[in-house]
């Protein structure tokens, strides 16, 4: 392990994340000229700033680089570590400013922004100052296509090394393919493409009626399939045209963004032939048609549109791990109820900013459970493994296989966790699920319209970790405490 190339980096990262809370910095003086907060948000702001961009230039000029030689053991401790960084001072601004009152909250909060999951200790949102508002929702933007992939898009010295924390950090579990002479050209077409669906996220809730704040804060919550929200009320606050949009670009969230590639470049067929994309497609419209036929009698949903629009919003807000909520779905029959819980174990795309399990990963599961249906009928018969056009090597399959055993294990090992602190099997496992999912949203006592501030520190750091476990697709984390990584 190269200890000086990992911390080299993580300088540059700490340096490019300083740069982001800039930002939020300047949201807080704005709204402090217009006498809507005090200087405090502002001096927490910019002492996070300088702190993050000093740190990162001590460590950028110590261990200093001029041929940066990038292998895969440190390029699995740079994706992890500075994920770890990027929550440590990405939550100096909650307790600078008193927001949320201990380090374990401030810990919970940002780690829940940072990998989209959108859990919050918060009761009421709108306390929080406008500034930290900002930048509550603009964790969720970076983590939602991820700061290492903004450092290889900046960072054109990484060479081949930027392709294998790309593969180690993967939003979505995409493996990045090298069709490109450079590599940062594949990280700054995806971070281009992100940018412009956020744009015009913006711009159309901006003309639907939103406020340019409210505009900004959930473009960069929905584009990264976060959920966090400006308001206590979440979606509902906002009118039926907006939900619309929010359902739209939810689902866009969830796509691959390589197949958004395609379409821009007039690929049509190819990106509608997709596999992942009809079963991840089909199997939104087949849940929210029986979710309109469940709740058609719901009191509260007066008319067909109503209801199709709730069993949408909420269909795609759990299968993408967005986490928006329009209605409290907990109160919802138990049949819907039981099919929202296992669309948080599918997930989005692979390559989307979704979380979950991935629908490539169900495909896998679902072919390789065919073909050794089909084995003891015909044992001589040679049944290769397809997604489309693509026969898969074996290595690909045994990693889908033991990341759905890990993944398992650990929703598993987190159920028990929240148990073990007097939660009952519904609230425990939807919360299990949710944090390493990054859904946000659970049942019973973290449902949609509760909060996760009554957990016990030790449930909130275990979900945090699953958080983090689950944004990274477990193996980066894991590895971690392995001894092969560090050995030479």
Not at 149 to 168: D, E, I, N, Q
Not at 274 to 279: F, G, K, R, V
Request: some cysteine.
């Amino acid at each position: 392990m190269n200890f000086k190339v990992v911390l080299f980096l993580i300088g540059n990262l700490l340096m490019i994340l300083g740069g982001c809370l800039i930002a939020p910095l300047l949201v807080a003086y704005y709204f402090h000229t217009q006498g809507s907060t005090d200087l405090n948000e502002v001096f927490a702001f910019g002492t996070s700033a300088s702190i993050s961009i000093i740190l990162g230039f001590i460590l950028r000029y110590m261990f200093k680089h001029k041929d940066i030689e990038l292998k895969h053991r440190e390029g699995f401790a740079v994706v992890s570590l500075s994920w770890v960084a990027m929550t440590l001072i990405g939550m100096l601004p909650y307790l600078f400013t008193g927001a949320t009152g201990t380090i374990t909250n401030a810990f919970f909060e940002t780690i829940s922004g940072f990998t989209t999951t959108g859990a919050s200790i918060f009761p009421q949102v709108e306390v929080i100052p406008p500034g930290l508002q900002f930048w509550r929702c603009m964790t969720q933007w970076l983590g939602g296509m991820g700061i290492s992939v903004l450092s290889v898009a900046l960072l054109p010295a990484l060479g081949a090394g930027g392709y294998r924390m790309l593969k180690a950090e993967a939003p979505g579990g995409a493996v990045y393919e090298r069709d490109k002479p450079r590599i940062t050209d594949a990280a700054k077409e995806l971070w281009w493409l992100y940018i412009l669906l956020s744009f015009f996220a913006f711009a159309f809730y901006r003309l639907a009626g939103m406020t340019t704040y409210d505009a900004i804060c959930h473009a960069f919550t929905t584009l990264s399939t976060g959920g966090f929200s400006s308001h206590s009320e979440s979606a509902a606050y906002f009118s039926a045209e907006i939900q619309w949009l929010m359902i739209i670009f939810m689902f866009l969230a969830g796509i691959n963004f390589t197949l958004h590639a395609r379409l821009i470049r007039f690929k049509v067929r190819s990106a509608l032939s997709n596999p992942e994309l009809q079963l991840y497609t089909g199997l939104i419209l087949l849940v929210a048609i029986v979710s309109c036929i469940e709740i058609n009698d719901y009191e509260e949903l007066e008319t067909f549109e109503s209801v199709l629009r709730a069993s949408l919003f909420q269909v795609l807000s759990v299968v993408t791990t967005t986490g928006f909520a329009t209605e409290n779905f907990d109160l919802w029959p138990p049949l819907i109820r039981y099919m929202l819980l296992l669309l948080m174990f599918f997930g989005g795309c692979m390559g989307s900013t979704a979380g979950g399990m991935k629908m490539a990963r169900i495909l896998i599961y679902v072919k390789s459970l065919l073909r050794e249906l089909h084995r003891p009928i015909f044992p001589h018969a040679v049944r290769p493994l397809r997604v489309g056009k693509r026969v898969l090597e074996n290595t690909i399959v045994t990693n889908v296989m033991a990341f759905g055993l890990v993944f398992m294990a650990a929703f598993v090992a987190g159920s028990l966790v929240m148990a073990a602190a007097g939660y009952d099997i519904v609230t425990a496992t939807s919360a299990s699920v949710a944090a390493l999912g990054n859904i946000g949203p659970g049942l019973g006592q973290v449902g949609p319209n509760a909060n996760w501030a009554h957990l016990p520190d030790f449930a909130k750091w275990t979900m945090g970790f699953l958080m983090l476990l689950g944004r990274l697709e477990l193996f980066s984390v894991l590895i971690l405490f392995t001894p092969w990584l560090w050995r030479r």
